[in-house]
């Protein structure tokens, strides 16, 4: 740990050019937004947003914490991305797409723009989607998913992109409560060399009959032999040919939704975050601009996939607002070898790469050389997302990826934040590894208690957000309630609730902020967010489980693992059970959500009133000694049998 307190100052020579390329100015903006927090996002909305109808008030606090952003202006996101580009940049590479099995292809921003115009009018025409109505995308990394997202945004309408690794049933569940009316997906994708299938997930889940859905749009991208439902079914290939190349787009309002985008809580089914499109799309363009740094020619990669909010502000969203090449990947990292990715940043010259821990920790461990086989000087800064990083993978990613002279930008957000909050600037910031240094500029991050009093240094707390910023979280889809209570019911400050993230953090001496992980019943396996409840919930439609408990346990690459305990009901033995509940899970969550711990144990530990106690099961699926006081519990004796359970396991 002895590097943990080492410091990384920026590179000089980057920190001459860099949007922000000190400290000092820093403070500069952060003061701004501390003396004059509406002057200072004015400046900026004013400054980066292609206005149709210039806005009346920068914030509306009056519905609480329902909050209003550059009320009544009128913007349109597609024409932010796209047609204000156009005059200047028309012949640059927008998208720049690599598929899996190395197929490139360029896409200028005037051919993006053509694309997206004809996909608009191929809604219109063909579906009759209008502004409001909500479309689900299960799309591969393929173009076309950023087509359809961008003609979503052009005619107003809401996209609901399901990331791909969902099974047909969680599918199911995110169309029925968007209420979608069309579900754009493709026959299929490659990965690892291999085709694969996902229009016949669509199938099963429209099985079940979601009545909202009149239609569905199928890109044809490996020609795969599928099911086809006539009426329904709609081949994107075919119909996209005869669309009108111009689609004027909606004027839309800045609070208008934007998108829903499904995230796990810790406690009921997933919600829909719904973002509106003013505040987010500035946010999205600043950080590109501030923490990535971008600008001229840059080829900027993030390795996310379009189904994750990283995908959705920093494939599509953030690196188009921002007039700049965004690299789009259909495969793996490590296919066809460990060096793919760094094969791919020499082919293409990539500027800024932008991956999660997990991939860090894959690639270190696969090839740990690898990277010293290609030209990687085109690297500036190296970002990092979805979990905390840890010093070792930290400093293999600064020494040999970026060959310590790139900063590492350790970003710290949410699905609900929109965009990054706490993180390094790279040309400002002295770094410390596996820390996510100081909120943005602009971002009032505090660390409390409950009732607003700020941590000592040293002391982990509650990460809250102490005022609204643009791209925070409207409301949930359809359920105003539990937005409130999901995020705006577990901290006050003066009287006033803030937004608490679910995450912990601890202050240093020197004010920097290091997340500390999910405070809730929330686990991220491999940077992905599931709530333990949803998972509890699959494993009970299994007949012979009585009762159970699903926490994380801390995972060398994936950073946690799914642990199950299973208290089967009297008199069922399951000698399967481990493949069984995978089983359940696969079909009713996804692939992603495999359990690499079940274990069947007698009881679980509860307190008198009945309540489980979590933080007993996470130290025994640790291996850790319970140090917490056991003689509250309603059978004390459990905890013993739990224990050699775990151990036999
Ligand atoms: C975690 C992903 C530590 C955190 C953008 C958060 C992080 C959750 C970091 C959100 C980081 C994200 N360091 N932890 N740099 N970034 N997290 O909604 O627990 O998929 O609450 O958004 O990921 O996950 P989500």
Redesign the pocket.
């Known amino acids: 740990m002895s590097h943990k307190k080492q410091i990384f100052n920026p590179n000089p020579e980057f920190a001459k050019n860099a949007a922000i390329p000190s400290m000092d100015a820093y403070w500069e903006l952060q003061n701004r937004a501390i003396e004059d927090y509406e002057g200072f996002w004015k400046g900026f909305a004013d400054e980066k947003i292609d206005w149709l109808t210039p806005y009346d008030k920068v914030l509306d606090e009056s519905n609480a914490p329902f909050y209003k952003w550059f009320t009544n202006g009128k913007l349109n996101v597609s024409n932010q991305c796209i047609d204000r580009h156009l005059a200047d940049k028309a012949d640059k590479t927008a998208i720049l797409f690599e598929g899996d099995r190395g197929d490139v292809e360029h896409i200028t921003y005037a051919q993006l723009s053509r694309r997206v115009n004809k996909m608009a009018n191929l809604l219109k025409n063909e579906f009759g989607i209008i502004k409001g109505d909500r479309v689900v995308l299960y799309m591969p990394m393929i173009p076309e998913a950023a087509y359809a997202m961008l003609a979503c945004a052009r005619i107003g309408a809401i996209h609901s992109i399901v990331f791909g690794g969902f099974s047909a049933e969680a599918l199911k569940d995110r169309i029925e409560d968007a209420k979608a009316k069309i579900v754009i997906t493709a026959d299929g994708a490659y990965r690892k060399g291999k085709p694969y299938m996902l229009k016949q997930v669509v199938d099963t889940a429209l099985e079940q009959g979601v009545g909202s859905v009149e239609g569905v749009l199928v890109v044809k991208r490996n020609n795969e032999e599928i099911n086809w439902v006539d009426g329904r079914d709609h081949n994107y290939n075919e119909l996209i040919t005869a669309q009108p190349d111009v689609c004027p787009f909606e004027e839309m309002d800045s609070e208008d939704p934007l998108f829903l985008l499904y ?1 796990s809580g810790s406690t009921g089914k997933p919600k829909g975050v719904q973002h509106s499109g003013a505040g987010y799309i500035l946010w999205a363009q600043m950080t590109m601009e501030w923490v990535f740094d971008v600008k001229g020619e840059d080829v900027f990669w993030c390795t996310a996939d379009i189904g ?3 995908g959705h502000t920093y494939i599509v969203y953030g690196p188009l607002a921002a007039g700049t090449t965004t690299l789009m990947f259909e495969g793996v990292p490590t296919y066809p070898d460990a060096g793919r990715a760094w094969k791919m940043v020499q082919d293409h010259k990539v500027t800024q790469f932008y991956t999660a821990p997990t991939a860090i920790r894959v690639l270190h461990k696969m090839g740990e050389d690898e990277p010293k086989k290609y030209d990687l000087s085109s690297l500036k800064v190296l970002g ?6 840890d010093p070792p993978a930290w400093m293999w990613y600064y020494e040999v990826v970026g060959n310590s002279k790139c900063a590492i930008v ?8 929109g965009g990054h909050m ?2 390094p600037l790279p040309g400002a910031t002295p770094i410390k590894p596996g820390c ?1 240094t100081f909120a943005l500029p602009g971002i009032m991050a505090e660390i409390l208690d409950p009732d607003g009093t700020p941590k000592e240094v040293g002391e982990t707390g509650l990460l809250c957000i102490t005022k609204p910023w643009p791209s925070m979280i409207r409301t949930i889809w359809g359920d105003p309630e539990r937005y409130k209570k999901s995020y705006f019911g577990d901290a006050v400050k003066e009287g006033k609730a803030v937004y608490f ?3 912990g953090a601890v202050l240093d001496e020197d004010g920097y902020i290091t ?1 500390t ?2 405070v809730d019943d ?1 686990i ?1 396996v491999s ?3 599931m709530g333990t409840a949803e998972i509890e919930a699959a494993v009970k439609d299994d007949p012979s489980v009585a009762e159970v408990a699903v926490v994380g346990k801390p995972h060398p690459i994936k950073g946690e693992s799914i642990f199950v305990y299973v208290v089967l009901k009297e008199g069922h033995i399951n000698a399967d059970i481990k493949n069984h509940i995978n089983q359940l899970l696969a079909e009713e969550i996804g692939n992603i959500a495999k359990a690499d711990h079940v274990i069947e144990v007698p009881g679980l530990p509860k307190t008198r009133s009945g309540k489980i106690m979590r933080r007993i099961l996470r130290s025994i699926a640790k291996g850790e000694a319970i140090t917490q006081d056991i003689s509250t519990l309603e059978d004390p004796s459990i905890v013993e049998a739990i224990i050699s359970k775990a151990r036999e396991a």
């Open positions: 995230t994750w909010i990283t990092t997302v979805g979990e905390p990083i350790d970003t710290w957000w949410q699905t609900e934040t706490i993180s996510a993230s679910g995450d997340i992980g999910r929330v991220n940077g992905h967010r």
